[in-house]
């Protein structure tokens, strides 16, 4: 599968930016999906993920209320909304995909993303 990220970008603190990550492929609806993100030479960190029915969803907890992970199968597509963004949650945002839900929170996954910068200035 190919994962196209997209909708990054620089918004003010405070403000909101929703992600797009649009998946080649007809077995879309086979794959767990999540979002991690890397700053500037920190490691890359785990934000949300979503089961393949959409059923299951996990928020890391500096983002839990703040973003909210979503998937339309019809669609090939999975999205991030980021709400009341902060300075620190600046990084690039790597879409991923596996066919275990369990993996990607645990920090694993087969496909990824080319990533999209997010950019919250204070």
């Known amino acids: 599968v190919q994962l196209v990220e997209s909708g990054g970008g620089l918004v003010q603190a405070g403000g909101s930016l929703r992600l797009s990550c649009a998946a080649s492929g007809r077995t879309f609806s086979i794959y767990a999906m999540g979002w991690f993100r890397q700053a500037p030479g920190k490691e890359r960190e785990f934000v949300a993920a979503i089961s393949s029915s959409g059923a299951s969803r996990y928020h890391t907890s500096s983002v839990k209320g703040r973003f909210t992970i979503s998937r339309d199968n019809a669609k090939n597509t999975v999205y991030l909304v980021m709400n009341s963004l902060r300075p620190e949650d600046t990084a690039v945002y790597y879409c991923?995909?596996?066919?275990?839900?369990?993996?990607?929170?645990?920090?694993?996954?087969?496909?990824w993303g080319q990533g999209t910068q997010v950019t919250v200035s204070s």
């Open positions: 991923v995909a596996d066919t275990t839900y369990a993996r990607i929170t645990s920090g694993l996954y087969d496909y």
